[in-house]
């Protein structure tokens, strides 16, 4: 793992090395969306970790789809993250807000204003949502109109905008995992017949517009957009020209000079090949499920300038120092994955030091 050790940059940022902590949803955040009094320990805790991406953050009620889940809307969120970004800062770290517009992935019951979920067409993801009732149908969404996409993209500008005064050090716009921007790509979740639906050209519309403005409001060095490929994540399928779209995405983002394009990585290895020719700026890829000892093998290759990890970094706060010492790792705790009580599965992992002060107690 020699080279994951070696520093490298993104956009402005000089990092200590190639790891950084995948965006994780932990649904701790209070009522209103402002992260809640231990959301800053959290991030805090996983400084060494280099780049941080926060967990999805919703640029808007609109954008909400679960429960606790963060916003970057309002002043009390831009206050609430400022004491996040002013912790992980201290302690030597970086941070990216992650802005998470979930689109038809949301119930009434989950939302500020209790509406109903906005989407490129209305077509429902056939899955269930958790809410306080507990599991329910996810109802039909609300298909868009060109103009409340042109209001949905002024509130991801807004949004960036409001990140960057709570001194985050950039956003990462999330294109993935069957959300918003991913249901405009998507073929079964866009049947739209307008300029945002259709054509390749037409289904990754919305996701460079999006970029496009949050570029002009705060600089594209602070700018990092998340993709899935072939996700099959809350009922999207992207279809037979899916792939197509996200190469075509992919060259049309590169114009942009963004810090970094991040890649959920599911194994068409044709593809990530593909999009690492295609690509200049540093490349993040996050595989989920790969073995300990292959976290650096994308570096290692020239495939990935980078490697997110997330439940691993979730459950290790100090997972740098861990790694270097081939310290044991804690076992995450499925059960406060998205929620729990206080500290429970969120700021009481052990760290190294701690657990080596208890044996030598013993």
Do not use: C
């Given at each position: 793992m020699e080279k994951l050790w070696s520093k490298t940059k993104i956009g402005n940022l000089e990092l200590p090395h190639r790891l950084a902590m995948a965006p994780m949803t932990r649904s701790?955040?209070?009522?209103?969306?402002?992260?809640?009094?231990?959301?800053?320990?959290?991030?805090?805790?996983?400084?060494?970790?280099?780049?941080?991406?926060?967990?999805?953050?919703?640029?808007?009620?609109?954008?909400?789809?679960?429960?606790?889940?963060?916003?970057?809307?309002?002043?009390?969120?831009?206050?609430?993250?400022?004491?996040?970004?002013?912790?992980?800062?201290?302690?030597?770290?970086?941070?990216?807000?992650?802005?998470?517009?979930?689109?038809?992935?949301?119930?009434?019951?989950?939302?500020?204003?209790?509406?109903?979920?906005?989407?490129?067409?209305?077509?429902?993801?056939?899955?269930?949502?958790?809410?306080?009732?507990?599991?329910?149908?996810?109802?039909?969404?609300?298909?868009?109109?060109?103009?409340?996409?042109?209001?949905?993209?002024?509130?991801?500008?807004?949004?960036?905008?409001?990140?960057?005064?709570?001194?985050?050090?950039?956003?990462?716009?999330?294109?993935?995992?069957?959300?918003?921007?991913?249901?405009?790509?998507?073929?079964?979740?866009?049947?739209?017949?307008?300029k945002y639906g259709g054509s390749i050209e037409?289904?990754?519309?919305?996701?460079?517009?999006?970029t496009k403005a949050i570029v002009e409001e705060i600089g594209a060095e602070r700018t990092g957009f998340r993709i899935s490929p072939g996700t099959p994540l809350n009922g999207i399928d992207e279809g037979e020209h899916g792939l197509e779209v996200y190469l075509h995405l992919v060259k049309e983002l590169a114009q942009y000079n963004l810090a970094y394009l991040h890649v959920m990585h599911l194994g068409n290895e044709t593809l990530l090949r593909e999009i690492r020719n295609i690509w200049p700026?540093?490349?993040?890829?996050?595989?989920?499920?790969?073995?300990?000892?292959?976290?650096?093998v994308d570096i290692d290759n020239g495939l990935a300038d980078m490697a997110p990890v997330g439940v691993w970094s979730l459950a290790n706060p100090d997972l740098v120092e861990r790694l270097k010492e081939g310290f044991p790792l804690n076992e995450a705790d499925r059960k406060t994955l998205y929620s729990g009580n206080g500290s429970e599965g969120y700021t009481d992992y052990p760290t190294m030091k701690e657990l080596q002060l208890n044996i030598s107690k013993e």
């Open positions: 701790r955040a209070q009522e209103d969306g402002t992260p809640g009094e231990l959301t800053s320990h959290y991030y805090a805790q996983r400084a060494s970790m280099g780049l941080i991406i926060t967990e999805g953050t919703q640029p808007s009620d609109d954008g909400q789809g679960y429960l606790r889940s963060p916003g970057i809307y309002t002043e009390k969120h831009i206050e609430g993250w400022k004491k996040v970004t002013d912790a992980v800062h201290e302690e030597g770290g970086f941070i990216f807000i992650q802005l998470m517009h979930v689109g038809r992935v949301s119930h009434p019951d989950n939302t500020p204003h209790h509406r109903q979920p906005v989407a490129p067409s209305a077509i429902a993801p056939g899955v269930e949502m958790f809410t306080a009732k507990g599991m329910q149908e996810i109802p039909v969404p609300r298909e868009l109109s060109e103009e409340n996409i042109q209001t949905t993209i002024a509130d991801f500008r807004k949004a960036a905008a409001a990140a960057i005064k709570a001194g985050a050090d950039g956003v990462e716009i999330h294109g993935a995992n069957g959300y918003l921007i991913n249901q405009f790509i998507g073929e079964n979740s866009n049947i739209r017949s307008d037409n289904r990754a519309r919305f996701a460079i517009e999006v700026n540093p490349l993040l890829v996050n595989r989920a499920g790969r073995a300990l000892e292959d976290l650096s």
